[in-house]
């Protein structure tokens, strides 16, 4: 079991009577299966479907406990209030900042559903908890498997819910009613057109710096996110991938030649060409 701290996450508190109901009418998780404890992928998404904001969310008192990026909290905080008009609603920054995590074992705090669909547990608690160590070791866990988070691998406003896996870690829901963007992310699930999506980068040496392209036969196929040293997380489009791969061609992140997989508990393969399905 180890304790690690994140400096750079910020919270926010969403309580009255109407606050269940604003929430679900508004983000892309299914709050009525919301269990206590437990701390859910969600996203408050533009018309057009892109992910706007991204955090997680948990039931606190009575209300909701949100945690994001510390750079993306006030801008939350506003867009939800706008949204709020006459609903039974209360909207408040929460005074702690960052998180305290547990990985592994049994820890305080909630539960971070993400990693236990790849069975593994970490726990969340708000603000600094005791003498938690640095955020190396989770980084390295996000590194393998697959949890991709903003700002350090992806930009808000340029990535679909697909992109980043909500449809598979359980912050994405296709039942629930409308919600903003819920037309577009429904009809890319039915359509089967979700075509990037987050893998795990690793080579025989350090990877180039965030940002760097990752290319397949001269073109773009997507670009790095978070690396640590041999490993990184990477956007990319799996079909173009899946194709390079079949033909033997070698992918490279900058000059470097990388190796590509897909976490095993997303249930996602390549394809095999470039006009394959990515299931």
């Known amino acids: 079991m180890t304790k690690a701290f994140l400096a750079g996450r910020s919270f926010l508190l969403v309580g009255g009577a109407d606050a ?7 983000i892309t998780t299914d709050l009525a299966s919301l269990g206590e404890g437990e701390a859910r992928s969600g996203a408050l998404l533009t018309p057009q479907g892109k992910v706007l904001f991204h955090f997680l969310i948990a039931r ?17 905080l506003k867009r939800l209030t706008m949204y ?16 305290t995590l547990t990985l592994g074992g049994e820890g305080p705090g909630f539960a971070d559903q993400r990693f236990q669909r790849a069975g593994l547990a970490v726990w969340r608690e708000p603000g600094r908890q005791g003498d938690a160590g ?9 590194l393998e498997q697959g949890i991709a988070e903003a700002p350090d691998d992806f930009a808000l406003g340029d990535v679909f819910p697909h992109d980043i896996l909500m449809d598979r870690d359980g912050g994405l829901h296709f039942r629930k009613g409308c919600y903003v963007g819920q037309e577009v992310v429904s009809r890319m699930q039915h359509r089967s057109t979700a075509r990037r999506r987050v893998v795990l980068v690793a080579a025989d040496g350090s990877l180039p710096p ?25 956007i990319v489009r799996i079909d173009k991938a899946g194709a390079a791969m079949a ?13 590509l997989a897909l976490a095993p508990w997303t249930g996602l393969s390549f394809p095999t060409d470039a006009a394959g399905d990515e299931a």
């Open 210 to 234: 965030s940002g760097t392209a990752l290319t397949a036969g001269g073109k773009a196929i997507g670009t790095l996110g978070t690396v640590q040293a041999d490993r990184g997380l990477a």
């Open 134 to 142: 640095d955020a190396a070791a989770y980084t390295r866990l996000r």
């Open 84 to 99: 709020r008009l006459r609903a039974a609603v209360e909207l408040s920054a929460a005074p702690e900042e960052g998180v």
């Open 247 to 259: 033909a033997g061609e070698p992918i490279l992140a900058g000059d470097m030649p990388v190796t």
């Open 60 to 76: 606190e008192n009575g209300g909701f406990r949100v945690e994001t990026d510390s750079t993306s909290r006030d801008n939350l």
């Open 20 to 26: 269940e109901s604003f929430l679900q009418n508004l």
